[in-house]
Each structure stands twice: as structure tokens, then as C-alpha cells.
């Protein structure tokens, strides 16, 4: 039973993970800020999932602990896919009006096309950059 219960924590774990890993410095929680706090959640995530699956393998079978590892891959792969094109898609529109006044400042002609294909490429770049660096891109 105190598997099954690690193994609903990690879930947890893993959703908070993926919500808040894409985030810019500025909406991220201060305490989620650090890189070194990042690196102590991902390593008490891996050690209640992996725990938590090695656990179920052990009280009940090999197959309900593959697919507890499934299941559990599957959601982690889903909700960080949510997350990082959310953030993606309200960094490119935030990226895209600035692009857009500034071609209105200068007086240049360019299509909202290129300037979203633009503001998309560096949200992308940013949001990347938030992952890498503990968020302190954008």
C-alpha cells in the first residue's frame, strides 16, 4: 500500500515539475528560482517514482510495474508537452506584439506571418533557455 502511495506522490511531484520548469524567472515561485532547488525536486521525483515502481514490482508483479512505469511515463510526457507549448504559445504572442510595434516604430512592412514565425522561433528558444538555466531567460 505505501507503494501505491509513493507512486501517487510522484505523479504530483512530476506534474509540479513539468508546470513550473518551463516558466520565466519572473513567473516562476521564488524558491523554484534555483537550479539547485530544480536538481533536489527532479531527484526526489526519480527516487518516489522509481522507488515507488521497484516497490510495486516487488509486493505485486512485473506487469502491473510496467505498466505503473508506462502510465507513469505517459503522463510525465503528456503534461510537460501542456505545459512547454503553453508557455511557448504566451511567449510568441507576447513576442509578437513587440515585434509588431517595433515594425510599426520603424515604419517596416512585414507580414504578421513572418513576424509570428519570428516571435514563435524565440519563445521557443526562451522557453528552451528557462529549462536550461533555472529561468532566468525571459
Given at each position: ?25 519572473a ?40 505498466l ?37 516604430t ?14 514563435y522561433?524565440e ?8 529549462m ?7
Amino acid at each position: 500500500m505505501i507503494f501505491w502511495i509513493l507512486y501517487a506522490l510522484s505523479f504530483l511531484l512530476m506534474w509540479f515539475e513539468n508546470r513550473l520548469i518551463v516558466l520565466s524567472a519572473a513567473k516562476r515561485p521564488v524558491i523554484f528560482g534555483t537550479l539547485s532547488f530544480q536538481f533536489i525536486l527532479w531527484i526526489t521525483r526519480l527516487a518516489f517514482q522509481y522507488g515507488s515502481i521497484i516497490g510495486i514490482w516487488y509486493v505485486n508483479d512485473i506487469a502491473i510495474a510496467i505498466l505503473a512505469f508506462a502510465i507513469i511515463y505517459a503522463f510525465g510526457k503528456i503534461t510537460f508537452k501542456i505545459y512547454f507549448n503553453k508557455e511557448v504559445q504566451w511567449t510568441a504572442s507576447y513576442l509578437t506584439n513587440i515585434l509588431k510595434r517595433d515594425a510599426d516604430t520603424k515604419g517596416e512592412k512585414i507580414s504578421d506571418d513572418e513576424i509570428y514565425r519570428q516571435a514563435y522561433s524565440e519563445a521557443y528558444n526562451l522557453v528552451v533557455q528557462n529549462m536550461k538555466t533555472g529561468g532566468r531567460g525571459f
